[in-house]
């Protein structure tokens, strides 16, 4: 079993930052690409940043400048440091991961539980 679990979460005013984690745990081979996406009240989930076990990334536009996505591999972990926040980032941040693991050939995809990020103004 494999669980993606998210911390960092929280209340911010804008122009503040916030630092979200995500780890994954359990039985796992290999994770390919880990990403964060968001969902706003009345809006559908959107990706927000991903980035490929060799370090490559990709960004929404709406975030491009302001977040920046990590991982480290030996730790199973990917970050997301989101700076100059706005009120319309305000959304509940899922991770999510393409996980092999043991003894299978195929890649599934994990989420997390979500975190809350609210942006006052």
């Known amino acids: 079993q494999v669980q993606l679990v998210e911390s960092g979460g929280g209340l911010v005013q804008a122009g503040g930052s916030l630092r979200l984690s995500c780890t994954a745990s359990?039985?796992?081979?290999?994770?390919?690409?880990m990403g964060w996406y968001r969902q706003a009240p009345g809006k559908q989930r959107e990706l927000v940043a991903g980035i490929t076990s060799g370090g490559s990334t990709n960004y929404a536009d709406s975030v491009k400048g302001r977040f920046t996505i990590s991982r480290d591999n030996a730790k199973n972990t990917v970050y997301l440091q989101m700076n100059s926040l706005k009120p319309e980032d305000t959304a509940v941040y899922y991770c999510t991961a393409e996980i092999r693991q043991p003894f299978t050939p195929t890649l599934n995809d994990y989420w997390g539980q979500g975190t809350q990020v609210t942006v006052s103004s």
């Open positions: 359990g039985s796992i081979s290999r994770i390919n690409v």
